[in-house]
């Protein structure tokens, strides 16, 4: 009772407490003590005997006890002058020297449950306690209506005997009240039970069942008894009996000890939890402070005694952590938290407080603190761009690397957000997945994305996402990992460039390869076979006409010759002459140079090209293109027919695409859409077709980073379709 009643607190507990001195002084009291009980109280004690909302009966054994030094604690229910019940609970008090000192006085109200108690009197009438008969000289039992009710059968069920006992669950509960009504008939035993049945609508309830005995000539003729529903009590009974255990096991586990240090007479008072803190045995305590001193750490002992000398000089309270040593060497961390208590001259008379074992949280906080400055040297540090995002897409904070990478500062970043640097293609999958982390169906992903660098240029990068979630499972933000990879695309993009550059020159290094055996072999041949027939041939006509033979097949080789080296020349000089070519310039150029054959052919040009389209490609090699697309449209134009050509173009990203169409002879691509531009391939019966011309022109087109195809139809014309780098 000495600690309650020194309590400094008592305003925080949730119950009417107060304390009283010898002279009915109100030494103490809870917040809720002056809330029930008004009163003025100033800087000078005011006396119990004077609160008018007190009942007198209250004050009178209040007064005994004082008068009488009475130890035995008194229970009273009383209404006072406000109409409001309690339940007065009367305590005596002692002092450090285990002397009478006050009374502690709690106050319940129990208004609510005194009005309740006189609704369930006014209740009773109706309330669901049935009653119940069993005759044993007719043998008939019968049943009040609240008995049926509880039942669940109709007003006019007729039980019996064996058909009450089979309402009981099947089992131990069938059992007992089998053996209460056997020992009830048998040898006049009564009975309180509470069992469960099952009802009539096979409902599962608790009751309570009593049951007497009625004994003529020893003999029982009669048992009877009440019936009553209790299942929902039971309920709350069984779950408050659960909360109760709850409660013990984690107040054992809590381990926090109560410690009371009286300045006057140095005395230390512990709980029997300290004593577990402590490792120390509770016989070996003396009771003096030197106890607690021994216990501390050599170096935290000059610090412990400076805040308790603080407490009672400076009259505040205690909050202090500290190491001691356990009887086996080992050391733990403390918190130890206390009040003031002052007497009534306003000196600090004792300490109250509390201890409980901090030294996981320690260790705890040291790790933390560790790997977070590990973090945010790992963040900061990392050559890798990263950041921490925010829930609403901003960034909170981002990196060294990062900053690097997208040419912005630290304070540029953070006040912008994610979507502002974020190419807008690449924006909507961006934002699928953090929808999906939002919703908790994805805690990371990775994908490949364009950012603008504050130059403007694309930073290509590929992203990692990360949520991390608070400690109560709700998502707090997100990290993200920047890995700029701009310069491996580029580098990816320039080996693949030089791959498919060099698969293309090996391609046509064999080919040529295959035309220059062909062809050169072809000569060969029948420049040998000549030789052979002139060296031969006697007949001096013969000879002629052999030797003419023989010069028209060297000036044949000298051409292939010239042909070969200008394939050579095509594919081996270009990239070092390619040039600004104005493209409306160069058509209308070769079209002026041709227009006697267009003439001749009653031949419309309809040039549908732009006057500012500008490409890039070798002036003569252009030139070389339009002249072949030209005069092939001339030489394969239909006789049923003008000729009509046809010149438009179309951009597309980085390229210009341009549309060479007439209305000739076309070409059956089915037949000969696969060698169309091999190297003296023919395809119509013309005099002046040799076969390379397309073969010429794929190649100049190709030099220059270009392509060619063609869309043909027999007897209505063909579309070359040219592609040239834009300048």
Not at 383 to 404: F, Q, R, Y
């Amino acid at each position: 009772m000495s600690i309650l009643s020194s309590l400094n607190y008592l305003q925080d507990l949730p119950i009417a407490i107060t304390v009283i001195d010898l002279n009915f002084k109100i030494k103490n009291h809870s917040n809720k003590w002056l809330k029930e009980f008004p009163c003025t109280i100033n800087s000078s004690p005011i006396s119990f005997l004077d609160v008018l909302s007190i009942p007198e009966a209250v004050k009178t054994e209040a007064f005994k006890m004082v008068s009488n030094h009475n130890q035995t604690a008194i229970n009273l229910e009383l209404k006072n002058n406000l109409n409001l019940w309690h339940r007065w609970k009367l305590a005596p008090s002692f002092n450090d020297e285990h002397k009478f000192s006050g009374v502690i006085i709690i106050a319940d109200d129990i208004t609510d449950e005194k009005r309740e108690n006189q609704l369930l009197r006014n209740a009773k009438k109706v309330a669901l306690i049935g009653a119940w008969e069993l005759d044993l000289i007719t043998n008939r039992i019968l049943w009040t209506e609240t008995t049926k009710v509880i039942h669940e059968v109709s007003s006019d069920y007729v039980p019996t005997l064996e058909k009450a006992i089979l309402f009981y669950k099947q089992g131990h509960y069938r059992d007992l009240i089998t053996s209460l009504v056997s020992n009830a008939i048998t040898d006049g035993e009564s009975w309180d039970t509470e069992l469960i049945i099952t009802t009539a609508n096979n409902t599962e309830k608790w009751v309570r069942t009593k049951g007497e005995t009625e004994i003529v000539n020893g003999k029982c003729i009669r048992v009877y008894g009440i019936f009553q529903d209790i299942h929902e009590q039971k309920l709350k009974d069984t779950a408050y009996t659960r909360l109760t255990e709850r409660l013990k096991i984690a107040t054992k586990t809590a381990k926090i000890g109560i410690w009371e240090y009286n300045y006057t007479n140095r005395n230390l008072f512990w709980s029997d939890e300290m004593f577990d803190l402590y490792k120390i045995q509770k016989a070996d305590f003396d009771g003096h402070k030197s106890f607690w001193d021994q216990s501390l750490h050599p170096e935290d002992k000059e610090l412990c005694s400076q805040k308790v000398e603080e407490a009672f000089e400076l009259k505040k309270d205690l909050e202090i952590d500290f190491r001691i040593v356990l009887p086996n060497g080992k050391i733990r961390n403390i918190k130890s938290i206390a009040y003031a208590e002052l007497d009534t001259l306003g000196e600090v008379k004792k300490l109250v407080g509390a201890n409980w074992d901090i030294t996981e949280l320690i260790h705890t906080q040291l790790q933390l603190t560790k790997s977070e400055e590990s973090m945010q040297q790992a963040f900061e540090n990392s050559s890798v761009g990263m950041a921490l995002i925010g829930l609403e897409g901003n960034w909170i904070d981002v990196n060294t690397s990062l900053c690097n990478s997208v040419g912005y500062t630290r304070e540029e970043m953070i006040q912008k957000k994610i979507i502002e640097i974020t190419h807008p293609h690449d924006w909507t999958k961006d934002s699928h997945f953090l929808k999906k982390m939002h919703e908790g169906q994805l805690t990371n992903y990775t994908i490949e994305k364009r950012f603008f660098h504050k130059d403007g240029s694309i930073v290509n990068a590929l992203l990692t996402v990360t949520t991390v979630h608070k400690v109560n499972g709700n998502l707090s933000h997100f990290i993200a990992q920047v890995s700029d990879v701009t310069a491996m695309i580029a580098s990816d993009n320039k080996t693949k460039a030089l791959l498919e550059i060099t698969k293309h020159q090996n391609d046509s290094l064999l080919n040529f390869a295959h035309i220059v055996s062909h062809n050169l072999r072809s000569h060969s041949t029948n420049l040998s076979m000549l030789t052979n027939f002139l060296k031969e041939e006697s007949d001096p006509n013969e000879k002629v006409h052999l030797e003419r033979m023989l010069s028209d097949a060297s000036e044949s080789l000298s051409e292939t010759v010239h042909h070969l080296n200008e394939v050579v020349h095509i594919t081996t000089n270009t990239q070092e002459n390619l040039s600004k070519v104005n493209l409306f310039d160069s058509i209308k150029r070769v079209e002026k140079n041709i227009m006697a054959l267009l003439k001749e052919k009653n031949a419309s040009c309809k040039i549908l090209v732009a006057n500012d389209v500008i490409i890039k490609a070798v002036p003569a090699y252009l030139d070389s293109i339009l002249l072949n697309l030209f005069t092939n449209s001339v030489k394969y134009s239909s006789e049923d027919r003008n000729l009509e050509i046809h010149i438009d173009h179309k951009f597309s990203k980085d390229q210009v695409i341009l549309h060479f169409s007439d209305n000739g002879q076309g070409i059956d691509l089915k037949r000969h859409g696969e060698k169309l531009f091999g190297m003296y391939k023919t395809f119509h019966k013309h005099k002046d077709a040799k076969g390379i011309g397309l073969f010429i022109t794929k190649n100049q087109v190709e030099a220059m980073n270009g392509s060619i195809d063609v869309h043909s139809t027999v007897n209505k014309g063909t579309t070359f379709i040219l592609t040239f780098e834009k300048a």
